[in-house]
C-alpha cells in the first residue's frame, strides 16, 4: 500500500509516517516511480507505535522496543526491559510534573503579593 493508504488505514499522517520512517520505526520499499510501498504488517507497527506514544513514551523509547512493534502489543505481556522503559518515562514525567508545580506555586504567591491578596495563593502540594 501506498503512504496515503497507510496514513487512512492507521490515522497517522503522512508526515508522521515519513517521521517513523526516518527514526527507523517503519520501513518501505520504493516502486519504479520511487512511491513508498509498505506492507500489510505496516498498519499494526503504526497501531503500536501510536498506542506507545499515547502512553506517554517518546519516539526514543519506542526505538527500543524493535520487533515487538510487529506484535499485538496492548494484549501482550512487556518484556522486563520494555518496563524498564516505561519506569525510566514515568520517572522524567514525575519529574517534569513537580518542577511545573513547584513554578506554578510561586507564579500564585507571587501574583497574591502582587495584589495584595495574601487569601488568593493556593499551592497544588
Known sequence: MRIGEL????????????FYE???LLS??????GYRMYDEQAVRRVANIRYL?????????IEHFG???DGDLPNSRPSEA????????LSVLDDRIASLARVRDELAERLAIASGD???VSPSG
Not at 488505514?9 to 515519513?18: H, I, M, Y
Not at 506514544?53 to 523509547?61: K, M
Open 28 to 33: 518501505s520499499a520504493r516502486a519504479l516511480n
Open 82 to 89: 520494555m518496563l524498564d522503559v516505561g519506569r525510566r518515562r
Open 53 to 61: 506514544l499515547d502512553a506517554g513514551l517518546t519516539l526514543e523509547d
Open 22 to 24: 526516518e527514526r527507523g
Open 7 to 18: 496514513a487512512k488505514a492507521t490515522g497517522a499522517t503522512t508526515r508522521a509516517l515519513r
Open 118 to 120: 495574601r487569601t488568593a
Open 67 to 69: 520487533a515487538c512493534l
